[in-house]
C-alpha cells in the first residue's frame, strides 16, 4: 500500500494549524488533482452557480461573503485514494487529540472541509453514483434525457452541485463554535433549500431527510437567530444556549446514530 508521502508527494509536509495560503493550495493542487482542464473548469462553474444561490438567500446572515473565486480555490477534487491517503495524513496531524465524527466506522467521506485552524479547504471527490441507482431509474433517466451518456452525466451534476452546495455552507461555518450536529444539520438544510428555490433537479438522499426537518424546527421556533448563528453572525449566548439545546440525546441518536468522539 502506498504511504501518504508516494501518494501526496512535497505536500505531505504540511500541517494543520492555519489557513493554507494561495501558494500551499495550489502545490496541494498539484498533488492531488488530475481532472483534465476542462473538468475543472466545469467543476468551478457549478462552484460559482451554488454559491452565488448561497448568497441570493442567505447573504444577508453572512457578514463576510467571499467571492465565487475565494471559494473555488479552497476547493481541492482529489481522486479517492490521494483522498484518502491526505484524510489520514491530515487528521493524525492536528493538535487536538480527538476528532467528533457522524461517518460510519471506518470510512472517511465523500469530502471533508476543515475549518480555518485546520487549513481553511475542501478536499474530496464528486462519487459516481450512476452505479448505484437500480435499473428502473437509469431506464427512466437514459429515456428522458436521450441516451445514456447525457443520463450519466446528468447524474454526476446532480451529485456535484449536492456536494459543492453542502461543503461550501461548511466553509462559512465556525466549526470550533458549534457543535458537529448543528454544522451538518445546517450544511443539509441550506443545501436542500437553494436546490429547490432554484428549482434544480436533484438526487433524493433519505438519510437527509431529518438533518433537514430538525433544522427547519429550529428555524420555525427561534427564528433568524438560527441562520445567524450558522454564519457567524452575532447571537447572544443565551439564545445560542436556547437554540444549541434543542438537541437531545435521543434526537441525535435518531438523526446521526453514528456521531461519536474518536481519540486518535
Known amino acids: 500500500m502506498a504511504t501518504s508521502k508516494e501518494v501526496l508527494g512535497p505536500t505531505n509536509s504540511l500541517r494543520p494549524g492555519r489557513p493554507l495560503d494561495q501558494d500551499q493550495l495550489d502545490?496541494?493542487?498539484?498533488?492531488c488533482q488530475d481532472q483534465s482542464p476542462q473538468e475543472i473548469n466545469y467543476l468551478c462553474q457549478l462552484t460559482a452557480i451554488t454559491h452565488d444561490a448561497l448568497l441570493q438567500y442567505y447573504g444577508k446572515y453572512i457578514p463576510c461573503p467571499k467571492t465565487h473565486q475565494e471559494?473555488?480555490?479552497?476547493?481541492?477534487?482529489?481522486?479517492?485514494?490521494?483522498?484518502?491517503?491526505?484524510?489520514?495524513?491530515?487528521?493524525?496531524?492536528?493538535?487536538?487529540?480527538t476528532t467528533t465524527t457522524h461517518l460510519e466506522p471506518g470510512s472517511k467521506g465523500l469530502m471533508r472541509a476543515f475549518d480555518v485552524p485546520e487549513g481553511h479547504l475542501v478536499i474530496g471527490y464528486i462519487p459516481d453514483v450512476w452505479k448505484e441507482l437500480d435499473e428502473?431509474?437509469?431506464i427512466e433517466l437514459t429515456r428522458s434525457s436521450g441516451g445514456i451518456k447525457k443520463a450519466k452525466h446528468f447524474v454526476y451534476y446532480l451529485e456535484a452541485v449536492f456536494q459543492i452546495a453542502h461543503e461550501t455552507v461548511h466553509l462559512y461555518q465556525d466549526h470550533q463554535a458549534l457543535p458537529l450536529w448543528f454544522l451538518e444539520c445546517a450544511a443539509y438544510f441550506y443545501t436542500d433549500k437553494i436546490i429547490a428555490?432554484?428549482?434544480?433537479?436533484?438526487?433524493?438522499i433519505p438519510s437527509c431527510e431529518l438533518p433537514i426537518k430538525f433544522y427547519d424546527f429550529l428555524i420555525t421556533k427561534h427564528g433568524a437567530a438560527v441562520h445567524q448563528l450558522c454564519f457567524g453572525s452575532?447571537?447572544?449566548?443565551?439564545?445560542?444556549?436556547?437554540?444549541?439545546?434543542?438537541?437531545?440525546?435521543?434526537?441525535?441518536?435518531?438523526i446521526?446514530?453514528?456521531?461519536?468522539?474518536?481519540k486518535k
Not at 502545490?27 to 498533488?31: C, I, N, P, Q, Y
Not at 481522486?79 to 487529540?97: L, M, N, Q
Not at 446521526?256 to 474518536?262: A, D, K, L, N, V
Request: hydrophobic share 40%.
Open 136 to 138: 428502473a431509474k437509469k
Open 27 to 31: 502545490s496541494l493542487r498539484l498533488d
Open 234 to 254: 452575532p447571537v447572544t449566548r443565551k439564545k445560542t444556549k436556547k437554540i444549541l439545546s434543542e438537541m437531545t440525546p435521543g434526537i441525535q441518536a435518531l
Open 71 to 97: 471559494i473555488f480555490d479552497r476547493f481541492i477534487f482529489a481522486h479517492p485514494p490521494v483522498y484518502r491517503a491526505f484524510f489520514d495524513h491530515w487528521i493524525s496531524s492536528k493538535i487536538t487529540k
Open 197 to 204: 428555490k432554484k428549482k434544480w433537479a436533484s438526487l433524493k
Open 256 to 262: 446521526f446514530p453514528t456521531m461519536r468522539t474518536e
